[in-house]
């Protein structure tokens, strides 16, 4: 009797040893999506850092936007014929393509061919755009002058210069950005508080 008194009073002090040396960090894993904040000032103003900081605000609108969104979010209609949040995330998506491709080099097949994703995957994927365009902007190699948008559409190609970018798939992008926050604040779910776009910070105070 004894010993079976002692041997489960060992067992509970090694348990609670145990669990006790448990790190925070690994019982709070951290998010690893880009854009969750805007890098700080660089020391020099250039075009490129300048679209660049265009496109970094774009990602953190986008990503504080997209944090949380629940299924009921995703189906909200705002009941005038327009795009649901669903549809107006996948618009985004394929915009945060335009521009990744624009920025990269790359050309723009047309028709888009349809993937099957979900909401989390297209997601990460439109962050990963927003943040591989900032990034290659920010190096040493980029050059602006070589920024165009290119589209195919079987044998026929046109070219756009940057400034459509600009006016286009970028501005156009912030201004969905703002539609999301109207749809999920209507949804019952707004953005989660203490996102400063001003500072390109989230506060939890």
């Known amino acids: 009797m004894f010993l079976r ?26 998010s690893t ?3 969750s904040k805007i890098s700080e000032y660089p020391d020099d103003i250039t075009e490129n850092l300048l679209l660049a900081r265009m496109i970094e605000g774009l990602g953190f609108r986008y990503y504080w936007v ?27 998506f394929n915009l945060s393509n335009v521009i990744a491709n624009a920025v990269l080099g790359h050309t723009n097949i047309r028709p ?5 994703m979900t909401f989390e995957e297209r997601r990460l994927k439109a962050l990963n755009n927003f943040d591989s365009a900032a990034q290659f902007l920010k190096g040493v190699n980029a050059d602006i002058k070589n920024v165009k948008i290119i589209f195919q559409r079987g044998e026929k190609t046109s070219e756009y210069p940057i400034w459509n970018l600009i006016n286009g798939p970028i501005t156009d992008a912030i201004y969905h950005c703002g539609q999301i926050v109207s749809f999920r ?6 953005i989660p508080p203490g996102v400063n776009v001003f500072m390109g910070t989230r506060s939890l105070k």
């Open 5 to 30: 008194i002692s041997f489960w009073c060992i067992f509970a002090l090694f348990s609670n040893y145990c669990f006790a040396q448990i790190p925070i960090s690994m019982e709070i894993p951290k």
């Open 33 to 35: 999506h880009p854009c």
């Open 66 to 92: 997209t944090e949380g969104l629940r299924p009921e979010d995703l189906a909200y209609l705002p009941g005038n014929d327009g795009r649901s949040t669903e549809e107006t995330l996948e618009h985004l």
């Open 112 to 116: 888009v061919e349809e993937v099957e």
């Open 185 to 190: 604040r209507s949804s019952g779910n707004p």
